[in-house]
């Protein structure tokens, strides 16, 4: 089954730490990139910009309104995901407790929810 697990975090904390410190955790996360891909269970994934380079586009009645910034003000922002293949949510967890951010941030899980076929002729 395919889990998405979305990195949060509060980016006071990255924009906090000297370059050796964002290094380092970028190695983490690529190693356990790495691990993942070779266990079969990194189907793909991103690392996102800053919530300061987020636009959001919404559109009411027709309309379509675009705005500067996150969808949401929240403590902590999303910051990527990981598209992960495994046997249950046990096992998503597990694999998600050992992204290196789950150590001062969140790691949201939610089973991805397949679309239904597209109708012939649409």
Avoid at 48 to 69: F, I, N, Y
Avoid at 70 to 77: C, L, N, R
Wanted: charged share 25%; aromatic share 8%; with cysteine.
């Amino acid at each position: 089954m395919k889990y998405a697990a979305l990195v949060y975090y509060q980016e006071s904390i990255t924009d906090a730490m000297t370059e050796r410190e964002w290094h380092d955790l970028n190695q983490q996360c690529l190693a356990g990139v790495k691990r993942l891909t070779d266990q079969g269970q990194f189907l793909g994934g991103q690392a996102l910009q800053s919530v300061g380079s987020a636009t959001s586009v919404r559109v009411r009645d027709g309309e379509v309104l675009v705005s500067d910034g996150p969808f949401a003000e929240t403590k902590e922002q999303l910051a990527g995901f990981y598209l992960l293949d495994a046997r249950d949510l046990d096992e998503a967890l597990q694999l998600a407790s050992r992204i290196p951010p789950a150590r001062f941030g969140t790691i949201e899980v939610r089973p991805v929810r397949e679309l239904p076929p597209r109708d012939e002729g649409a």
